[in-house]
């Protein structure tokens, strides 16, 4: 196998995974929802923890995705179109990340490391 066909089947597989991962977190994280509120849980603490579960299975998705998008054009069509519109993917996904963590954590990513204890 070349190393171009390759690249092309790596892409394919992870954006595959990253479609797969936003399907499954969507249906467990319902599922998860449905849960709560069957073990008599309110419906306002089943509903924030159903969209921080969806939050998370976004950004893991969204990595993926990514992932398959520098494949296919570092890899397979590097051209300076591509890599441009790899550039804008890659700032609307690092900022959607942070709206997303924001909401799930309800505080920047930056802010993490100030808030937790000093590390040894």
Known sequence: MRIDQFAVEAGTIGELVGVIVLIAG?????AACLVRVVRRRS??????ELRADL???ILLGLEFLVIADIIGTVA????LQNLGVLAVIVTICTLLSFALEL????RWPWQRARSDGPRS
Do not use: L
């Open 76 to 79: 397979i069509e590097p051209t």
């Open 43 to 48: 419906f306002a603490d089943a509903y924030h």
């Open 26 to 30: 969507a249906v467990i994280a319902s």
């Open 55 to 57: 939050g998370r299975a």
């Open 103 to 106: 909401e799930v954590s309800g």
